[in-house]
């Protein structure tokens, strides 16, 4: 399907206003008009003509009904988790720069558009817009929709309740059509309760950045806090000032390194535009920090330059897994899995599969089954965050196996398991615990996966009930190429990549069970794809 005909489909069945832009992201027309009318076919059609292979953008806000959070770095991904569940079903996009765009209704209240009204996150609503599925990027990297998380495939969710009173005393239009962004407050009322620590730390980081020194920055502050509304003691004053200075000395020496950083979780061509808006370098200064530690990227010859684009930039990537003809690479692995999930879906060389399950359901016992019936064919490293050695000693006895017939490494390891995953062999990670920056299991899978050759790693992760996904959401389905759900004495696989038959799509199958002494896992059902099964 062609953009523009996605761009129709987007027209025709949801009913949002679409324009079309460039790769830089800026609008090919001026779109004002289209906040209020969709467009026709007519014009859809004349710009598929006139803008060869351009993207498209939804135009949010009443109209379309939608407004987009817009997630750029991890920080911003552990604020917002603050304000949006973890398992939350609702349209979700992600980005080039690996970010993420969550679409949720237009609240009634209206709300305009917002940079960084959270560190690292964008409000998108009215009078805004952003790009859509399946345009593409700068880079070369796709706009693409999360895996069964399509408008297509589920409906826009309401905006949760926590970020809704964040948002709107922030952002209300009035009518007169301004924006009232909170408080309006009187002239002159700076240095208040409540904001006097930043006002102290924006004083700084302006006397900083402009050269003055360290003493006559002191000074300056010393009689601002002095003049506070509660003033500060003297003693609080100069530790409140003391502190000010170091953050701002601080974030002025941290811009290199994180550029360094930004650059070095980029895909493909990026824009320094994109790093100093995804950074908040917003001043001069700021910007030539940065652009010097660009040159000397280049330099370096860790990055180069884009050869006609300005300020377009790439990695240079200098490792590789070269392929020799000559190598005899097994198509896939012969893993064997419990109620025979092998005849079903096929598991490939370094690959990563995901047991999310709720509390109770079985998932030990399904990982240990799957460690003792492929121990004779791989070595098997068994990660346990939970089971402690006489645990552990507990339940292996239950499968009636005498001790020293068990092959299996079992390890006690509850973060960082990238460090010893065997390359080559089967890895058993039960389970995966992550506390509060749910959003950041995507990025311990990759780590996972990268430390494998040729291997598989199998992990397992807490669930919520009624949950569609475990934690980390649909993060966690991305790497994956088998995932499984599984609830009490059930199963259900929830993606697979590759089918171990042509004609039988795996993708939703499920099955009832029971697991007996702890260790025996019994087929009670055929596998089937009836929809009720977990409600």
Sequence with gaps: MTTSETAREYIAKLGWSIIPCKKDKHPFIAWNEFNDRLPTTEEVDNWEKKYHNHNIALVTGNLSGVCIIDVDTTEGRRELQRYVSD?????????????????????????????????????????????????????????????GLSPFEVPVAELPPALLELLVPKLTITQNGLFNRGRKMPEGDILVSGRRDEDLFHAANGMIRGGMSYQETLDYLLILASRCDPPFSQAEARAKVDSAIKRAMSRERSIGTEIQEWIGDSRGWFSIKDAYHQLGLNTRSLQKIAMATIHEMIIEKAIEQHGSLNGMYRKIMNDANFITLEEQVDPYMDIAWPFQIENYVLTLPKSIAIVAGTPNSGKSALLLNVARMNQDNFKVRYFSSEMGKTEIITRVKKFGFPLNTWKVEFLERSENFADLIIPNGLNIIDFLEVHTDFFAVGGEIKKIFDALDQGLAVIALQRNPGAPTGIGGFRSMEKPRLYLNMDHGKIQIAKAKNWAQEQLNPNGLKCEFNIVNGCSMRQKTGWTTDQSFFS
């Design 87 to 147: 398992d939350i079903r609702t349209p979700m996009v992600s980005t080039p720069s690996l970010g993420l765009h969550l679409y949720f209704k237009m609240p009634t209240i209206p709300i305009g558009n917002a940079v960084r009204f959270l560190p690292g996150v964008d409000v998108r609503a009215e009078h805004g817009y952003a790009v859509l599925p399946p345009s593409v990027g700068a880079s070369g990297v796709s706009y693409e929709w999360l895996p």
